[in-house]
């Protein structure tokens, strides 16, 4: 298994600790910055893995299907954690969360066809945004970040519904070849 790969897996593998982080008082007002470390130090593997399998040529259908997966969990688990505190509407979570189980199911039919697709400019974009949108929520500084965050909740969404009809369209073969 190569390095990029290994990133992915430890992404994973961090979201239950964030989780924990986000849910519980364990560690009182520390939990909030213990979760947005671990966030943010999920978010930065994503970007790095990508650059490593790219630069090095490392790019494998496994980190093709499993990467977008990773980074699923990471900001739906996210967006859940965010719902009881108010600072995410339930809707936008359903809505982010109904996208990525269409792309999903969409690239689980691909594969059954032989098609690994890869994620978009688009996806990309949107997933930044998201984990932009993520962070500055948790870090809950007030002031201008409060309408920084809720700036991020509309461009997320927005990018996240136009990302859905991007990778749709571009990939619309696939209805068509995988039998639906």
């Known amino acids: 298994m190569n390095l990029p790969n290994k990133l992915t897996i430890l992404r994973v593998i961090m979201v239950p600790f964030f989780v924990f982080f986000m849910l519980t008082d364990v560690g ?20 790095l893995d990508g650059k490593i399998a790219r630069k090095y040529n490392l790019v494998t259908n496994f980190g093709k299907f499993m990467d977008p997966l990773a ?38 039919v691909a594969s059954d066809s032989g098609v690994v697709i890869a994620a978009s400019y688009w996806g990309k974009f949107k997933t930044v ?30 990018l996240t519904i136009i990302s859905l009809i991007d990778y749709l369209w571009k990939n619309r073969q696939v209805l068509t070849q995988g039998g639906m």
Request: one cysteine or more.
């Open 28 to 47: 009182g007002a520390a939990n909030k910055w213990i979760a947005l470390v671990l966030f943010v130090a999920a978010s930065l593997t994503d970007m």
């Open 129 to 158: 945004f998201q984990m932009a949108m993520v962070i500055v929520l948790i870090a809950d500084l007030g002031g201008i970040f409060d309408l920084i965050g809720t700036v991020l909740i509309w461009i997320a969404t927005a």
């Open 71 to 108: 980074d699923k969990l990471l900001v739906c688990s996210a967006m859940i954690c965010l719902i009881p505190s108010g600072k995410l509407l339930p809707a936008v979570v359903i809505v982010i969360i109904a996208r990525e189980f269409i792309i999903s199911g969409f690239r689980l």
